[in-house]
């Protein structure tokens, strides 16, 4: 799969809107900019809520990437039913997941480069080395405590980021990619202060759209 960033940065972003603490630099997912009433999105017409995350409502549909599959995740204000945040799904093979989640994440810090970069990517040592053949194998089979992200954060901003992490199903890898604007991070901020010590369901960091994945990118 090869990413292109120009691809990366339209269809994650618009102009940087401007806020008391600074330009919001992720404004938009999949071409359309936060704000967006979900019934102007063409790619959802006619679709109804799959879930909720931290009181968000998740649309979900099969969209084109770069010319491949994806799945897609719009996340729309519970009141206002303006989009906040998104995430694309995909697929992978413990043959391609280290090369397509490194240029996936290498294009978003191109698209990007204002954004702060923190990461952590399991790695194998010791003996883990012998018995897996890539470090993306040892993280399929030891997720259960293992961690595979990279965040990038908007230092002077109102606190829009975007991020690429890799969860599994099954012994298959799935890579999600999302954008996430400031105001999507201040309702989940308050939605989980509101909602401490109860039994939720996973919040958006860890929780991409729940429908079946498609088939994901390919070389």
Same mark, same amino acid.
């Given at each position: 799969m090869r990413v292109q960033t120009s691809s990366i940065l339209l269809? @994650?972003?618009?102009?940087a809107a401007c806020g008391p603490e600074g330009p919001e630099v992720v404004s938009g997912f999949h071409g359309y900019p936060w704000g967006t /009433?979900?019934? !102007?999105?063409?790619?959802? %017409?006619?679709?109804?809520?799959? %879930?909720?995350?931290?009181g968000l409502v998740v649309h979900s549909a099969e969209v084109d990437f770069q010319g491949h599959a994806a799945l897609a995740g719009f996340y729309f204000h519970p009141e206002t039913g303006e989009l906040l945040e998104g995430a694309y799904v995909f697929a992978l093979t413990l043959e391609d997941c280290e090369a397509?989640?490194?240029?996936?994440?290498?294009?978003?810090?191109? %698209?990007? /480069?204002?954004?702060e970069r923190e990461e952590i990517l399991a790695r194998r040592e010791g003996e883990d080395v012998d018995v897996y053949e890539?470090?993306?194998?040892?993280?399929?089979?030891?997720?259960?405590?293992?961690?595979?992200?990279?965040?990038?954060?908007? /230092?002077?901003g109102p606190?829009?980021?975007? @991020?690429?992490?890799?969860?599994?199903? @099954?012994?298959?890898?799935?890579?999600?990619?999302?954008?996430r604007s400031?105001? !999507?991070?201040?309702?989940?901020?308050?939605w989980n202060e509101e909602h401490e010590g109860e039994e939720t369901p996973p919040g958006l960091e860890?929780? /991409?759209p729940p429908l079946e994945l498609p088939v994901g990118p390919r070389a």
């Open positions: 269809l @994650g972003t618009f102009a /009433p979900v019934e !102007a999105i063409a790619e959802l %017409a006619g679709s109804e809520p799959v %879930a909720r995350k931290e397509v989640f490194g240029e996936v994440a290498g294009a978003v810090a191109e %698209a990007f /480069p204002t954004l890539s470090d993306c194998e040892y993280f399929v089979y030891n997720a259960h405590k293992e961690v595979w992200r990279v965040d990038f954060t908007n /230092p002077g606190g829009d980021r975007a @991020g690429v992490w890799l969860k599994v199903s @099954g012994r298959s890898p799935r890579m999600t990619l999302f954008y400031a105001r !999507a991070e201040e309702w989940i901020r308050e860890t929780a /991409p």
